[in-house]
């Protein structure tokens, strides 16, 4: 099994709604990644977890938190969002954690609507 | 972070070779060059990387400069779902992140 996946694909959610985001590999990883996608844009790095520890924090609002709950498993929790972080939220993961030659393997993304 | 220069957008006819240029003059020793796609509603996808050697894989080939300040993606023969942005990114060799520049838009025509 050689995928990340995520779900939902698609989220709609009102400005005062708690939802959460969803990503899974099996190819025994231990780096997983949360990048933001905004349209038109390149991805920008949200969240690296290392060996299920928080390692980056690329100053994301407290809005957005993450949580690793086991090796294979991310999740983004979202609560009081604002328009604007309507966006594609991607995940990916990386087998020995932050090194530099390593490849990482993307999800599809959710497609986050905030309204 | 290293910095990386890519032309905005290229095209290229289907089934000709594609090479899609990529300077980086402020590479340091120890910063690998890796290139990802991403085709149009899909996450980014791994292409290649390499440190100081020429590198060939299924999808494509890159090409290092002896110097390191510039490389080159070479797909051989380009087809419709080749079509995609390409982005050329700098990674240290440890802890450092990987930092999406514009990328360079490829269209293929038929």
């Known amino acids: 099994d050689t995928e990340v996946t995520q779900t939902p694909k698609h989220l709609v959610m009102g400005m005062t709604n708690k939802k959460s985001l969803k990503c899974e590999q099996h190819?025994?990883?231990?780096?997983m990644y949360w990048y933001k996608q905004k349209a038109k844009k390149p991805p920008e790095l949200m969240f690296v977890y290392s060996y299920e520890k928080l390692s980056i924090n690329e100053s994301v609002p407290s809005r957005f938190s993450p949580e690793c709950p086991n090796s294979s498993l991310l999740n983004l929790h979202l609560h009081a969002l604002q328009p604007e972080d309507s966006a594609l939220y991607l995940c990916a993961s990386s087998q020995y954690g932050l090194a530099g030659d390593n490849e990482q393997f993307f999800g599809p993304g959710t497609r986050l609507t905030v309204l | 972070d290293a910095k990386t220069t890519q032309p905005n957008s290229m095209e290229s006819n289907e089934e000709e070779p594609v090479h899609l240029p990529c300077n980086h003059s402020?590479?340091?020793?120890?910063?690998?060059i890796h290139w990802y796609r991403q085709l149009p509603s899909q996450g980014p996808e791994y292409v290649i990387h390499?440190?100081?050697s020429n590198v060939n894989n299924r999808m494509a080939s890159l090409a290092i400069a002896e110097d390191r300040k510039s490389s080159t993606l070479i797909l051989h023969r380009a087809t419709l779902r080749d079509a995609a942005v390409y982005y050329c990114i700098l990674r240290g060799e440890y802890g450092n992140k990987l930092v999406f520049g514009a990328g360079t838009i490829l269209r293929v025509k038929s």
């Open positions: 390499g440190l100081t």
């Open positions: 190819m025994g990883h231990r780096a």
């Open positions: 402020t590479i340091s020793g120890t910063d690998y």
